[in-house]
Every structure is written in C-alpha cells, then in structure tokens.
C-alpha cells in the first residue's frame, strides 16, 4: 500500500467513514503535504466556530494496534495531567483509535485538536517581536522536562514499543549494505555500551523521540508551546530526547565560521534549556554527562531512518552528502556530531563527499 493509494481509497471511501465517526459535517478537509519518508496521510479539518481537527490515518503494516493505542493513550495521559500536547479526539464510539478495514487492508485512524499557533518556520525562524530568543528555549526545554517528570510516573494500559524492539544488532545487520562493513561495526558497539546502561524510571521512561521544532506550535503572542507527533514515540533514555535537542539547536549557528563562538553559543544554548527543564524534573549530572553518547544515537536513528526510507522506496542504496557526513561521524568516532571537528564547514554545513554503498 502506498501513500498515493490511501488518498485514492480516502476520497472514494475512507473519508466518508471518518467523517461519520469524527463528527466531520460542515467541516473543510485538506490533505497536508507530506514529508519525505512520511508514513501517514494526514488531513487538516477545519468549520467556523468550530476546534480545528487533525485526522490522521497509519497505512503502513509495521505497527500493532497495540502500538497505535498505547501512543494515543500517552498523549491523551499527557493532557490530562497538564503536558502540553496537541489533545486526542474520542469518536462518536467514545474510542481513542479507531480500525477501518477496506479490502483486507486495515487503516488505523486517529483525530487530535490542532494546537494554536504556527511552526517556527512558518514565522521564517522569528521568535516574539521584543522577546529575547533565550525565552524560547527556555520553554523548549521546560515543556520537555514536564512530559519527562510525567513519563516518570506513567503506568501505561497499552504499553509502547520500547528502543531495542528496532534498534538492534539483527535489523540493523539486514537495513544496512555489507559494504558498510566499519559502520555497522560502530553501530553494533554503540548498542552494545546502550545494553549497559540503567533502565529505571528516572532515565528511562516513555519519550517523544522527535522532538524538535517540525514537531511543536508556537503561540507567538504568548510563547506557549503545544506538542504534537508522537508517532515516534516509544521507551528509552530520557536523554535522547536531549540529545536531539541539542542537534537541532546547532541551526541558529550553523553558518558562523569561528568554532569558539560555535561552542560558546551551544553552551549557552543548552544551559538554557537545561534550566527550563530542571524547572519541571530532575536530572543527574552523570546522566547528563552522557549527551555525546546520545548525539551518537540520534546520529543512528537519522542513519536508520534513511536507509528504511531508500528500502521503502525500492531504489537502489546510495549516499548523498548529508548520509556520507552523518556515517563519516560514526565511523571516525567524531563527537558533538562534527560540529567542532574540522570535518565540519560553514558553507556547506554537515554534508560530506559521496562515498559508495
């Protein structure tokens, strides 16, 4: 089944289906674009005087439904115990997931309220006009550090998968090509130094495992943010979470040539968002000092993540320069994803020259 064919099956008979169960007369429905490697259509539903609603229908055959239930259960748990988070929508059969069987393919649906505000990019990378940008990512991280404290005490009914379900030395051993022989080395020990790690409820715990701007609405007159996307989610080290923050972060410098001051604004950066998320939970120093373990995983789930994209696709595995920077990193040991390491360039940021696969 393929993205094209679900929109197909959803304007002949998907949608009608829906918009009985989600309570959708009157309402605007418009496909919103995907992204590359998207796995979901998604519609945008919109009615004057109405709560805008996001519907989202899973095609794809590898999720259970229990999967799909102990996603949506987490966040309609978050919003009930005051995470910010885009809030699930119940049916009209009082359900938080609902099944919709067309010619023996089953389609998992799902309804959310459409958080206020906009994405960061669609406010071209501006914070509040007279705001400093430190507020930003205070709340970045304040917001992350709430879901995290609640996550600690969170007894799921449906439980998630959790890390090592995908990441592990036998689906990593099949994604990538033999040819990449050092880099499946490099992957296998970093998994092997994960299995090693504490797994109690105060570092592992329920995470979003893509949390980052793409990810969030920003009210811009009040700096409110509101979560959505959990379609990632799943058990792991709180510290991922981190890790990918600290990644993104690497955007508002990304083009300043002097590596001090690289580092300098990083520091700073992530000591501000650190201080918005001790605001909401506790957090050890010596987890803390994992973070470039961490962005070594993050590299990994971005490495994964391609080639299951090239494997979806069926076209032929090659590396493009992001890829080749991204296996560069993992295979010469190089910390901080590049960032202060002379691979890195500021004209052509965390991209390196195509090698074979």
Known sequence: ???????????????????????LDGYKISLVKAHDGGRNVVYNCEKEGAVSKIIRIAFLDDRSREDFLGEVEYIRYLYEHG?????????????????????????????????????????????REGVPINEYFYNCGKILGKMHQLSKVYTPEHKRYSFFDKYNIEYIDKLIPPSLSLLKKKLFELLKTLEGLDRNCECFGMVHFDYSDGNYMIDFDTGKITVFDFDNSCFCWYMYDLANVWTHGVGWIQFEPDIEKRKKF????????????????????IILEKLPLFIKVVIMENIVDTFEDILNSGEEPECDEELSYLIKCLEDDIPYKGFFNEIYSCEEPFEYEIQDI
């Open 1 to 23: 089944m393929t993205y094209r064919e679900v929109i197909k099956i959803g304007d002949s008979y998907l949608l009608t289906k829906i918009s009985e169960l989600y309570d």
């Open 83 to 127: 995470g910010s988070v885009s809030n699930v929508i119940s049916s009209r059969n009082g359900n938080l997931l609902e099944e919709i069987t067309h010619e023996n393919h089953s389609f998992f649906v799902c309804a959310f309220e459409r958080a206020k505000g906009k994405l960061l990019v669609e406010n071209s990378y501006r914070y």
């Open 266 to 285: 990083m520091d700073d950066y992530f000591e501000t968002v650190l201080a918005g998320y001790k605001s909401e939970t506790d957090i050890k120093d």
